[in-house]
Nanobody
Framework: QVQLVESGGGLVQAGGSLRLSCAAS????????MGWYRQAPGKQRELVASVSSGGATYYADSVKGRSTISRDNAKNMVYLQMSSLKPEDTAVYYCNLLQRGIMYWGQGTQVTVSS
């Protein structure tokens, strides 16, 4: 069993910055991918960014250029640094871990960007 706990969400002004953190624990043997999803009211959950075990990164077009995903393998943590935040970034952000074909999810952390 794998547990994921997100932190760092909150209320920020448009144009501000925020760093989300995710700590993984439990039965971690081989991590293939860690990433961040988000879900806004009335919208489907979407992949924001991910980083593979080999270091390859992916960013959604909506956040590319103003987001950075990083990973600390020794501490089993992944981070999402976001800047130039927009009201449309408002969503619940979920940490995700892929291990041996199984996806694990955190409980989510709320990010609200005021206009």
């Amino acid at each position: 069993q794998v547990q994921l706990v997100e932190s760092g969400g909150g209320l920020v002004q448009a144009g501000g910055s925020l760093r989300l953190s995710c700590a993984a624990s439990g039965n971690i043997f081989r991590v293939d991918v860690m990433g961040w999803y988000r879900q806004a009211p009335g919208k489907q959950r979407e992949l924001v960014a991910s980083v593979s075990s080999g270091g390859a990164t992916y960013y959604a077009d909506s956040v590319k250029g103003r987001s950075t995903i990083s990973r600390d393998n020794a501490k089993n943590m992944v981070y999402l640094q976001m800047s130039s935040l927009k009201p449309e970034d408002t969503a619940v952000y979920y940490c995700n871990l892929l291990q041996r074909g199984i996806m694990y999810w955190g409980q989510g952390t709320q990010v609200t960007v005021s206009s």
